[in-house]
């Protein structure tokens, strides 16, 4: 059996995608059926080329970067307006509002 068989065989049909879309509780039509399917099968043939790659020896990224990130300095840029803000509120009671029930 050559590749190209072997991915023939592998490959979602209509059918398939559909019993997924069962089990997922999705309503799909026969149309998008066969959409999903089509765009299945290419994501699964391109992992699959992404496997013939040699990786043995290669270390993963934590970053792509070759430096890491600078942080910016953690320093207070505006002054707290709490009371204020607090002082035209309908309703406050220990610095925190007070709002309507919403769930009984």
């Known amino acids: 059996m050559s590749s190209s068989d072997t991915q023939q065989s592998s490959d979602l049909d209509a059918q398939t995608v559909s019993k997924i879309a069962h089990l997922a509780r999705l309503s799909l039509n026969d149309t998008q059926c ?5 765009s299945l099968n290419k994501i699964l043939h391109m992992m699959d080329a992404l496997k013939a ?5 290669i270390e993963p990224l934590k970053s792509p970067f070759d430096h890491p990130q600078p942080l910016r300095a953690d320093i ?3 002054r707290n307006h709490r009371d204020a803000y607090q002082a035209i509120s309908p309703a406050v009671q220990d ?4 709002v309507p029930r919403v769930i009984e």
């Open 76 to 78: 207070v840029s505006e």
């Open 34 to 38: 066969t959409e999903f399917a089509t």
């Open 53 to 57: 790659f040699d990786t043995d020896g």
């Open 95 to 98: 610095g925190l509002y007070l």
